[in-house]
């Protein structure tokens, strides 16, 4: 829910929400005719100046990112914030608005998201693995470092299905346009071996290992994977 108050220009609350409440801890009876300060002491020297300059300059602060603990005190918030001026209708400015949508469950949920991918791009550094995605919606091409530097790019190159073909071995192209091919068509490929070729004329075995994901109608969608430098391993065989 959205949290919402009302507080005139000596920063005192004339109306605040339920849910306002809640995120504060203070019941919604105990907020009115008290200060920020009263209120929220901790908050205060950071809300007041935020405060001040939507009256001075009437003008809207939107979508501002706040974070912070209120209550309980150990619960770290984030909240997208709006402040803007209530005036009467000759222009007068007579307080401050103040709207705020609680985002601690997406921002979270962000973060997991971000230490999963750290962790994984550690382990997969660690394994000396490359990792690719290939969004066939969009027909973007997404490799790591380590998987450039298997196919001996350098780790700036922007990567696309062409840059990806060019850099196999021209006999073992017609292989992978086979299996793209395949994947298309719902045929399943989960490992295969081929080799690239370096544009120094070095050739390394490469060892893929993926997935793919279909729409409802079966149609690709994405496919990702990882990738391993088997050439000492083919050179023993």
């Given amino acids: 829910p959205m949290a919402m108050a009302f507080l005139d220009r000596d920063w005192r609350y004339v109306y605040t929400n339920d849910a306002l409440a809640t995120v504060n801890g203070i019941p919604a ?29 009437k003008t809207s602060l939107l979508n ?8 309980p005190a150990d619960l770290m918030r984030y909240g997208l914030v709006n402040y803007f001026p209530v005036c009467l209708s000759d222009g007068e400015v007579i307080g401050v608005g103040v709207s705020s949508l609680d985002i601690t469950d997406r921002k979270q949920a962000e973060m997991a998201v971000r230490d999963a991918e750290a962790q994984l791009r550690l382990a997969t550094e660690g394994a000396n693995l490359g990792m690719w995605y290939w969004d066939v919606t969009t027909d973007t091409l997404t490799w790591t470092d380590r998987a450039k530097a298997m196919f001996g790019l350098p780790v700036d190159t922007e990567m696309s299905m062409q840059v990806f073909l060019e850099a196999v071995h021209p ?28 544009s120094d004329g070095t050739v390394r075995w490469i060892l893929a290992r993926g997935n793919f994901t279909c729409d409802a109608a079966g149609n690709l969608v994405s496919t990702r994977g990882v990738l391993m430098d088997i050439t000492d391993r083919k050179q023993v065989e």
């Fill in 171 to 198: 006999d073992d192209r017609a292989l992978i346009q086979a299996i793209v091919s395949d994947l298309q068509a719902g045929i399943t490929h989960t490992e295969n071996e081929y080799r690239t070729q370096w």
């Fill in 64 to 71: 501002q990112e706040v974070v912070g603990a209120t209550h």
């Fill in 29 to 57: 009876s105990e907020h009115l005719g008290r200060t920020v300060r009263e209120v929220l002491p901790a908050w205060a020297p950071l809300i007041e100046p935020i405060f001040q300059q939507v009256v001075d300059t």
